[in-house]
């Protein structure tokens, strides 16, 4: 059964700063998933990732997937408030569609 | 992307009573759709897999007599809280994936806030 381990749990970070995120997965998956969500919402995908090697980038977030070490990293580079949310990544179950989700990360941007 | 609508967004209910939510996908057809829980501060946690003309699938620990899935369309999903009680006051929100469109992005609901008092 996949089990989906992120950290930190929280993060708490100055504006122009930079971090990562790590998510590590106990089983072989071939696709990772970054979500969003930002209080009293719905997931917001961020990153789909397919393919050992895979990086993807949206603004100031990069996500890359190794399947090898099974582990997909969520990279925030010059933090700004705006990014302030949790974000989860997740992992397909046994090769199907049913997501198995990490503890989320809070990440809060201080001015 | 692809939408995925939920209905109510809130419902405040009374302990015994039955509430029903309905996931919509709006724009793509789902044999498959998804309903997953969220507790206050905690993750996701899938509930059941619900399959178009075919009995839903439960997670363990989850009671299918109390979560009553039907998904009577390639378009719509509902769960029914029976004889709700304060403790399955939650967030429930409801995914799909846009198989016709060949990829693997998860579509997820609004969510539905639901309050038993």
Request: a positive charge; glycine letters at 8%.
């Amino acid at each position: 059964e996949l089990k989906v381990e992120q950290n930190p749990l929280f993060l708490s970070m100055q504006e122009g700063k930079n971090y990562t995120i790590y998510c590590n997965y106990s089983t072989t998956s071939d696709r990772l998933y970054w979500y969003r969500q930002d209080p009293g919402k719905s997931l917001e995908s961020l990153f789909v990732l397919l393919s050992n090697g895979a990086v993807k980038q949206e603004g100031r977030l990069m996500a890359s997937l190794d399947t090898k070490a099974r582990l997909s990293t969520l990279h925030i580079t010059a933090a700004v408030h705006d990014l302030s949310a949790t974000y989860f990544c997740a992992g397909p179950q046994g090769g199907s569609e049913k997501l198995v989700f990490g503890k989320g990360t809070k990440l809060t941007v201080n001015p | 992307g692809a939408v995925v609508s939920q209905h109510p967004s809130r419902v405040i209910c009374k302990s015994g009573t039955s509430v029903k939510i309905e996931c919509r996908s709006l724009d793509f057809q789902a044999t498959t759709m998804f309903w997953y829980r969220q507790f206050p501060k905690q993750s996701l946690m899938l509930m059941a897999t619900s399959n178009e003309g075919s009995k839903a699938t439960y997670e363990q620990g989850v009671e299918k007599d109390k979560f009553l899935i039907n998904h009577a369309s390639l378009t719509l999903s509902t769960l029914t809280v029976t004889s709700a009680h304060p403790e399955d006051s939650s967030f429930y929100i409801c995914s799909a994936r846009d198989g016709g469109s060949g990829g693997y992005e998860q579509y997820f609901g609004p969510g539905t806030r639901l309050t038993v008092t």
